[in-house]
């Protein structure tokens, strides 16, 4: 399933981004890991209840047969590269229940790598209870701290332990994988969404709704789609304080990433931002349906999760992927998305994890963490 060195999919198809870019099928590290093409399927009669024109939904939740969800796309940059490099071990970093490390040490034992994570405390919820159980399913070693300085230290610690042990470095991913080559995973997105378009499995959106976390999704989104020639808008609702999804720290990561691909293939777009290339809006932060806090649900969060399960059987993530919706609505409900094609892009995973999680008991977790199971989830969390 996850092959040799090659730059193929796990289908045994060349990714768009090497057909488009040859320079970068020479230059980028590239593991197959996940499932794609994802299908694009159209939600009506849901849109037409909205009062959205068309509205489709990207089925990135089923982007790998053992977990879905965002980040398989960027893992199969990143992992590439820790193979590359010959590491025996990755570590990451994460919030308490981060999709992110759970999804890393998934695909890290998948490739025979060993996966620490190192988390920081976060407002409980059942999903970050699943999630733990399901990373320590997945063998991961979870480390928590109390915050980012002594997560530093630590780090260290771990990072040393590890050279010690296997002679070479742990390979270190970035907090949701969201550093340009990461990012290379969401331009390979959008230029497999242009491909769909062509073979007219969808329309060209005008919209394309989507988190904002470590901004990698919706980054790599909006330069893919500009290097394709397509003109929809990124409506990117910001889940995660300000400091860490700045419309500066957005420009710092287009530009980086823009720059490697150009450095790699000349024929892939620079983007120099802020600059005309994007000013016309192709890319929006929206900060009107963060909450309280990261990972704090919402009502209206609550709410879209509960009307897309119901109208579509799938989950909601109420820290991510149901504040993205519950701006859709919002959006849809003020008249704004009459006759325009919208694009959901689903970032959450949908696969079942409870072969994962049977047997695992919290009390093999850290005694951190366990706090995440003896204390009560926050009050909106019902599902
Ligand atoms: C990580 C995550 C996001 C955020 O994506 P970024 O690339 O970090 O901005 C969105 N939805 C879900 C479900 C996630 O796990």
Redesign the pocket.
Same mark, same amino acid.
């Given at each position: 399933m996850t092959g040799g060195m090659t730059s193929l999919d796990s289908a045994g198809r060349r990714l768009p981004l090497f057909l488009d870019y040859p320079g970068l099928e020479k230059g980028l590290p590239y593991v197959a890991l996940g499932r794609f093409p994802t299908p694009v399927e159209a939600l009506e009669p849901l849109g037409r209840e909205l009062g959205v024109g068309r509205l489709a939904i990207k089925r990135d939740d089923l982007s790998g047969a053992a977990y879905g969800?965002?980040?398989v796309r960027k893992l199969e940059f990143l992992l590439g590269a820790a193979r590359r490099a010959g590491a025996r071990e990755v570590v990451t970093v994460g919030f308490a229940g981060s999709?992110?490390a759970l999804a890393t040490a998934l695909y890290a034992r998948a490739l025979g790598l060993r996966c620490t994570a190192l988390l920081l405390p976060q407002v409980g919820a059942q999903y970050v209870r699943r999630n733990l159980l399901a990373g320590r399913g997945a063998g991961a070693a979870l480390r928590h701290y109390r915050n980012l300085a002594t997560l530093m230290i630590g780090g260290w610690g771990e990072f040393l332990r590890g050279r010690w042990r296997d002679g070479v470095w742990p390979y270190y991913i970035p907090p949701?994988g *969201?550093c340009p080559l990461g990012v290379a995973g969401y331009v390979n997105a959008a230029l497999e969404l242009r491909d769909q378009i062509a073979a007219g499995e969808t329309e060209a959106p005008d919209r394309i709704y989507v988190?904002?976390? *470590?901004?990698?999704?919706?980054a790599g989104l909006a330069l893919g789609l500009k290097a394709a020639g397509l003109g929809s808008q990124v409506v990117a609702v910001r889940v995660i304080e300000e400091r860490l999804a700045s419309g500066k720290g957005m420009a710092a990561l287009l530009r980086q990433t823009g720059a490697l691909l150009h450095k790699l293939d000349p024929a892939f777009p620079r983007a120099d931002l802020p600059g005309p290339a994007f000013s016309a809006g192709a890319l929006v932060i929206r900060n009107d349906y963060f909450g309280a806090g990261y990972a704090r649900f919402t009502e209206a969060g609550v709410r879209a999760a509960e009307l897309m399960r119901a109208r579509a059987g799938l989950p909601l993530?109420g820290a991510? *992927?149901a504040k993205a919706f519950a701006a859709l609505l919002g959006d849809a409900a003020r008249g704004e998305l009459k006759g325009k094609a919208v694009l959901f892009w689903n970032?959450?995973n949908s696969r079942d994890l409870d072969a994962l999680i049977a047997g695992v008991d919290y009390h093999a977790l850290p005694p951190a963490l366990q706090r995440y199971f003896e204390e009560e989830v926050q009050p909106l969390d019902r599902t």
């Open positions: 969800g965002n980040k999709n992110h949701g *969201s988190p904002l976390g *470590s901004m990698g999704t919706a993530n991510y *992927s970032t959450y």
